[in-house]
C-alpha cells in the first residue's frame, strides 16, 4: 500500500518469479556443489598426476564461471529487480531486519568472484597447493553464501519465535534452517554432478577414453547419492513446517500434490540417466542425454521452489505479510476506510456506479496480480472467475481465507468488494444469473368422499418428510438418491378404534400415471410403507412439486374397496446453485455445466479428480455420487469415515460464503423462495410468521452443530470449519452437537408438555435419537406417529400450499371438513365415532369447542 503498483495484465507476477526465479536458483545451487567438485576433481586429477585429467577440470572451470558468475550473477540482480517489483513491502521488511545478514553474504559472494577468477586464471601459474587453496576458498565461500541466504529463505516461511521476540537471531536460525540447509547442499551436490556429465562427455579418446570414464562414473556417484539425503532432508523439512502449512503441503493443496509428482519423476530421471551415462554407450549419444539430465536437474529444484512458494501462501513472510503486501493485522482497520481510500497509489479513490469495474480492475492490480495473470500461461485468473456469477465471486471474495487457506482475504469494504466482483465476473461475461421466478396458480383437486355417518374406515397417509430434494446436476452429480417415502396407517372406526394390518392390501397411485405400487407393511410399525422415486417434472418439464398420489385399502381377498385417501408427495429440484456457480437455466435446474463448475471447486480445495470422472461418464466411469464419500443417514450413504458427512460438509463450507443472511442462505439452496416454484415453507409455522432458523438456526449455527458432532468422531476438517464459523444466533460453545438427519429440533423444547408454543426455545433443543423425531414420534397411546394427524413437517396443518389452498389439507377436509389437525375441534368423530373427554394421545388434545 506505501509503494507503487507493478500492473501486470498476461505474464502475472507468478511467471516472472518462476522465470528468472527458478533458474537463477538453479544455477546458484550448482555454484555452491560446483565449487566442491572443482576442488576435489582438481585433487584427483593431481593424485593420479593426470595432465589430460587437469585439463579437463581447467576446462570445466572456464564452463563452470560462464554459467555461475556470468548467468547466474545477472539472473541474481534479476531476481532483486522483480522482487522489488513485484513485493516491495515484503522486500522493505527483508532488507530492514536482514540488513548485516545481506552484507554478509555480499561479503561472501565478492570472496567467490574474487576466488573463482584468480582460481581459472592461475590454472597454469600457481603452485599446485595453492591452487587446491583458491578452489577450497572459492567453496567456502559458496557454501557460506547458501548459510546467509538459507536463514533468510526459511524465515519467510517458519519466522518462529521472532513474531513475537522480533529478535534477529530467531528469525535466521528458524524452524526449517537446519533440514532446508541440509537439503539444499545435498541438492547442489547433486547438481553438480549433473553439470558434471556435460564436460565429462566431452573429454576426447586420448587415452582410449578412460580419462572420461573416470569422470563419468564420477559425475554419477555425484548425481545419485546426494539424491539419497534429499529423501530424509525433505521429509525433516516438511515436518519442521507449521500445522497450516503442512496440512497445506500434505493434504489440501491440489497444486502442490502436482509439483511433488514433478519433484518425484525429475529426481528419479536425474537418477536414471546419471545411470545410463555410467553405463558404456555411443559418445554420440551421451553429450546429449547429458544436457538432457541437466535439464532435469532444473526441474528438481523448480519443483522445490515451487512446492516451498506454495506452501508459505496466502503470505510473502508467514504471519506477516500477505502474498499481495498487505500486512497482517491491518486487515480490519483498512477495510473499515476503504481499501481505495488508503492505498497511496490507488488512482481511484471511492466505487460509484460510474467507475466500478474501473475500480475492479485497480483493485485486481492491487490486491491479485502479484500472482494472477490475466490470461496468461501462469495462473490465470479467467478459469475460475468463469466457474462463477458476479454474486458467486462477491461471495466467495468475502470469505476468501476462510475457504481457501491459499489466498489472502480481500481487504476492502462491501462496495470494492462489489466491484471487483463485478470486475472478474466481466472477464468471461458472467453476470449473476437470473432467478427462477415463476407465476403460479392454483390448481383444481378432487377431495375424496367420506361419509361421517356410514364410513368403516379411515385411512392416514404421509410422506416421510415435507419436502424432498432431488439433487443432480445433468450427468455430472448426484448430490443424493432420490427416494421419498410414502407411509400409510388404516384405522377401523369404533369407540375404541383398531389399527388394521392384516387381511387389507394398500396400493398407492400417482396422478398422470407416473407411478403406482403397493405398500408393504413396515418392521416394527403399526403402519405400511414404500418407498420409490418421483419426479418433480412433469411430461413437458414443467415444474410439478407437489404431485398427488391415491392410496387405496381393500379387503385382501375380495378386493372389496374399504376406503381411499389423497396425499401429496412433496419433491423439488429447484435448487439454485447456478445463482453462485453460474450455468443456469433459469428454471431452477442444476445444469450439467453448473455442476462441473462445482466439482472444478472440489477439486482445487481437496485435490480429487471429479471433473476428470465425470467428464468420462459413460467412457468407463460413472457420475460422481456425493454420498459415496460423505456418508449421509437420510439416503444411506455409508461415505468414507474419515471425511464429514453430507451434511455437515456442505453447510459448514457455505457458512462462510453465506454468512450474515439469516433464512436468505437457506433460500440459496433450498427451495423456499417466496417468488420460486416451491415455495415450501407453506405450513401452519409459515402462517405464523416463522421462518427456517426459528427451528434450525441460521446457516452458521445450524453448521456448527453437525460440525461438533463430526469433530467428536475425529473427522477430517471438522475443527478447521468450526474455527472459521462466526455464529449468529449463540455463542459456539452453546450450541449442542448434532447428528444429520438423525437428531433434529424437539417440538416438546417450544411446545412444552404440548401446550402453547414459546419459539425461542427450537434451536439448539434436539431429539436424542431417531424415535423422538418428529416424523417417527407416537402419541402417548403408541399408536399414532405425529404426521399422522398434523400432516408433514413444513406442511402442518393448515397448510397454504401455493398451488391451492386444500391440496395439503386434504384429508382433513376429507374427513372432519376442516383444515387443521386430524381430531381438531372435537373432531375425535373421525375415528372414535363420538366425541372424547379425555387426552388420550397426548396432552391438550382435547379443547373446548
Given at each position: ?205 586420448d587415452d582410449g577414453g578412460a580419462d572420461r570414464e573416470r569422470m563419468i562414473r564420477m559425475a554419477a556417484a555425484w548425481t545419485i ?625
Amino acid at each position: 500500500m506505501e509503494y507503487p503498483i507493478w500492473h501486470l495484465a498476461v505474464l502475472g507476477g507468478g511467471f516472472w518469479i518462476a522465470l528468472i526465479g527458478t533458474f537463477h536458483v538453479f544455477l546458484a545451487h550448482f555454484a555452491v556443489g560446483g565449487g566442491l567438485y572443482l576442488a576435489l576433481a582438481e585433487r584427483y586429477a593431481r593424485r593420479l598426476d593426470s595432465p589430460r585429467l587437469l585439463a579437463h577440470v581447467k576446462k570445466h572451470a572456464r564452463f563452470f564461471l560462464l554459467v555461475t558468475m556470468v548467468a547466474g550473477g545477472v539472473t541474481g540482480v534479476g531476481i532483486w529487480f522483480i522482487i522489488g517489483l513485484l513485493s516491495p513491502q515484503a522486500t522493505s521488511t527483508l532488507l530492514k531486519l536482514f540488513v548485516y545478514a545481506f552484507a554478509t553474504e555480499w561479503v561472501f559472494f565478492l570472496v567467490e568472484i574474487v576466488a573463482l577468477l584468480l582460481y581459472y586464471y592461475g590454472f597454469d601459474r600457481m603452485a599446485a597447493r595453492d591452487h587446491l587453496i583458491l578452489g577450497w576458498a572459492y567453496f567456502i565461500a559458496a557454501f557460506c553464501s547458501l548459510f546467509m541466504i538459507n536463514g533468510i529463505i526459511g524465515f519467510m516461511l517458519t519466522p518462529g519465535a521472532w513474531i513475537t521476540t522480533r529478535a534477529f537471531w530467531d528469525a535466521f536460525f528458524n524452524p526449517t534452517f537446519w533440514p532446508q540447509l541440509v537439503l539444499r547442499t545435498a541438492i547442489a551436490l547433486s547438481l553438480a554432478g549433473l553439470f558434471g556429465f556435460v564436460t565429462a562427455t566431452r573429454i576426447p579418446d586420448d587415452d582410449g577414453g578412460a580419462d572420461r570414464e573416470r569422470m563419468i562414473r564420477m559425475a554419477a556417484a555425484w548425481t545419485i547419492l546426494p539424491l539419497l539425503v534429499c529423501v530424509g532432508a525433505g521429509w525433516w523439512y516438511i515436518h519442521k513446517l507449521p500445522q497450516a502449512q503442512y496440512e497445506m503441503v500434505l493434504l489440501r493443496s491440489a497444486r502442490i500434490a502436482g509439483f511433488f509428482k514433478f519433484l518425484q519423476a525429475f529426481a528419479g530421471f536425474a537418477a536414471l540417466g546419471a545411470l545410463a551415462l555410467a553405463v558404456r554407450m555411443p559418445r554420440r549419444m551421451r553429450f546429449p542425454l547429458a544436457l538432457v539430465i541437466v535439464l532435469t536437474g532444473w526441474g528438481l529444484i523448480g519443483s522445490f521452489e515451487f512446492i516451498r512458494e506454495a506452501a508459505r501462501k496466502p503470505f510473502l513472510i508467514y504471519d506477516h505479510t500477505y502474498s499481495n503486501g498487505i500486512h497482517v493485522g491491518t486487515e480490519e482497520a483498512i477495510s473499515a476506510k476503504g481499501y481505495l481510500a488508503t492505498a497511496k497509489w490507488a488512482r481511484i479513490r471511492v466505487v460509484t456506479p460510474e467507475n466500478r469495474l474501473a475500480a475492479g480492475a485497480e483493485l485486481f492490480q492491487h490486491q491479485c496480480a502479484s500472482c494472477h495473470s490475466l490470461g496468461g500461461p501462469m495462473n490465470s485468473i479467467r478459469p475460475w472467475a468463469a466457474s462463477l456469477t458476479e454474486g458467486g465471486l462477491d461471495a466467495l471474495l468475502g470469505a476468501l481465507r476462510r475457504i481457501n487457506p491459499a489466498m489472502p482475504p480481500f481487504v476492502g469494504n462491501k462496495d470494492e468488494r462489489g466491484a471487483l466482483a463485478a470486475y472478474l465476473a466481466g472477464l468471461s461475461g458472467r453476470k449473476n444469473a437470473p432467478a427462477a421466478t415463476m407465476d403460479i396458480k392454483g390448481l383444481p383437486v378432487d377431495i375424496p368422499s367420506f361419509d361421517i355417518a356410514s364410513a368403516n374406515y379411515v385411512l392416514l397417509a404421509w410422506p416421510d418428510l415435507g419436502m424432498h430434494m432431488n439433487v443432480a446436476a445433468q450427468g455430472v452429480f448426484v448430490l443424493r438418491e432420490s427416494s421419498l417415502e410414502l407411509n400409510a396407517e388404516l384405522i377401523k372406526r369404533g369407540e375404541s378404534p383398531e389399527k388394521v394390518t392384516e387381511g387389507v392390501t394398500l396400493t398407492y397411485a400417482l396422478e398422470g400415471g407416473r407411478g403406482s405400487g403397493v405398500l408393504a407393511p413396515l418392521s416394527g410399525r403399526d403402519w405400511f410403507g414404500a418407498r420409490f422415486a418421483v419426479s418433480p417434472r412433469r411430461a413437458d418439464g414443467s415444474l410439478d412439486p407437489y404431485p398427488l398420489a391415491t392410496v387405496t385399502a381393500a379387503n385382501a381377498a375380495t378386493g372389496e374397496k374399504l376406503v381411499a385417501t389423497r396425499v401429496v408427495l412433496p419433491v423439488s429440484d429447484e435448487v439454485d446453485c447456478a445463482s453462485c456457480h453460474g450455468g443456469g437455466d433459469g428454471k431452477g435446474n442444476i445444469t450439467g455445466q453448473t455442476g462441473l463448475n462445482i466439482l472444478r471447486i472440489h477439486d482445487r480445495l481437496n485435490r480429487t479428480r471429479l471433473v476428470a470422472q465425470a467428464r468420462a461418464v459413460g467412457k468407463g466411469k460413472t457420475v460422481v455420487r456425493c454420498a459415496s464419500c460423505h456418508a449421509d443417514a437420510l439416503s444411506g450413504g455409508e461415505g468414507r469415515k474419515d471425511l464429514l458427512g453430507l451434511s455437515a460438509a456442505i453447510h459448514g463450507f457455505h457458512a462462510n460464503t453465506l454468512r450474515g443472511q439469516g433464512p436468505e442462505s437457506c433460500a440459496r439452496c433450498h427451495p423456499s423462495r417466496p417468488d420460486g416454484g416451491t415455495r415450501f415453507q407453506h405450513g401452519l409455522h409459515a402462517r405464523m410468521g416463522m421462518d427456517c432458523t426459528n427451528c434450525h438456526g441460521p446457516l452458521e449455527d445450524h453448521a456448527i452443530g453437525l460440525l461438533k458432532r463430526e469433530a467428536e468422531s475425529g473427522k477430517r476438517g471438522a475443527k478447521r470449519l468450526l474455527s472459521q464459523i462466526t455464529p449468529q444466533l449463540a455463542a459456539a460453545a452453546s450450541i449442542p452437537p448434532r447428528s444429520a438427519w438423525v437428531q433434529t429440533s424437539d417440538c416438546l423444547a417450544c411446545h412444552k408438555d404440548f401446550g402453547s408454543p414459546d419459539p425461542s426455545q427450537a434451536f439448539g433443543h434436539w431429539t436424542k435419537g431417531p424415535e423422538e423425531r418428529f416424523r417417527t414420534r407416537l402419541d402417548e397411546m403408541g399408536a399414532l406417529p405425529c404426521p399422522a394427524c398434523h400432516g408433514p413437517q413444513h406442511a402442518l396443518y393448515p397448510s397454504d400450499n401455493p398451488y391451492g389452498a386444500a391440496r395439503d389439507n386434504l384429508q382433513p377436509l376429507q374427513y372432519q371438513k376442516l383444515a387443521r389437525a386430524m381430531g381438531a375441534r372435537g373432531n375425535c368423530i373421525v375415528c372414535h365415532k363420538k366425541r372424547m373427554e379425555v387426552d388420550a394421545h397426548h396432552p391438550n388434545t382435547i379443547k373446548p369447542l
